[in-house]
């Protein structure tokens, strides 16, 4: 069974940094891309990164571009969320998502997902 | 405003049959698949179509997936009242390079 744990949320100042962990088990994890997918309080689902099975691609929305990065850690099955330069709009429940392939154009959609941490920016 | 476009509502009494759009563009549902997503309150998205019309095996036959030129369409037959939720489509896009979702059509069960 695929297992996705989120770690590392909370409440942070505008402006500051937090990283986000998912532990992942039940699958082989260097075969699948990895993505993060966030929502906002009362809002829809936002994909806003994905990285290949190696951890030698990796995408993201403009609205994260220059201030978060994506990594992976395989011999630890674990993905990480580096954020910075944190804004009020980046409030929201982030949820560490599984690809359908390692590297495929088609491996960053999900088909398991975590069940979501909830990080708060507001001073 | 979401890259691909959902009615923000949707309702149907039981047993009824409702269909929810998710309308895109070349770049995206064009030549790409799309996904369906379901959302219990309170609970993470669950799968419910993948590659535009396939299910996965937990899911029942009652949800339909269908995809013709820039859009795409999720029905639901023979509707439940555990079928209220949140239901999202979700494409790759080419031009952005990353996966565009829809804005989630709400799905109440009169």
């Known amino acids: 069974e695929v297992q996705l744990l989120e770690s590392g949320g909370g409440l942070v100042q505008p402006g500051g940094s937090l990283r986000l962990s998912c532990a992942a088990s039940?699958?082989?994890?260097?075969?699948?891309?990895m993505s993060w997918v966030r929502q906002a309080p009362g809002k829809g689902l936002e994909w806003i990164s994905g990285?290949?099975?190696?951890?030698?691609?990796?995408y993201y929305a403009d609205s994260v571009k220059g201030r978060f990065t994506i990594s992976r850690d395989n011999s630890k099955n674990t993905l990480y969320l580096q954020m910075h330069s944190l804004r009020v709009e980046d409030t929201a429940v982030y949820y560490c998502?599984?690809?359908?392939?390692?590297?495929?154009?088609?491996?960053?959609?999900?088909?398991?997902w975590g069940q979501g941490i909830l990080v708060t920016v507001s001073s | 405003q979401s890259v691909l476009t959902q009615p923000p509502s949707a309702s149907g009494t039981p047993g009824q049959r409702v269909t929810i759009s998710c309308s895109g563009s070349s770049s995206n549902i064009g030549s790409n698949y799309v996904y369906w997503y379901q959302q219990l309150p309170g609970t993470a998205p669950k799968l419910l179509i993948y590659r535009n019309n396939q299910r996965p095996s937990a899911v029942p036959d009652r949800f339909y997936g269908s995809k013709s030129g820039t859009s795409a369409s999720l029905a639901i037959s023979g509707l439940r009242s555990e079928d209220e939720a949140d239901y999202y489509c979700a494409a790759w896009d080419d031009s952005l390079s990353g996966v565009v979702f829809g804005g989630g059509t709400k799905l109440t069960v009169l």
């Open positions: 990285i290949s099975g190696s951890g030698g691609s990796t």
């Open positions: 039940g699958f082989t994890f260097s075969s699948y891309a």
């Open positions: 998502a599984k690809g359908t392939d390692s590297s495929a154009w088609y491996a960053y959609y999900s088909d398991n």
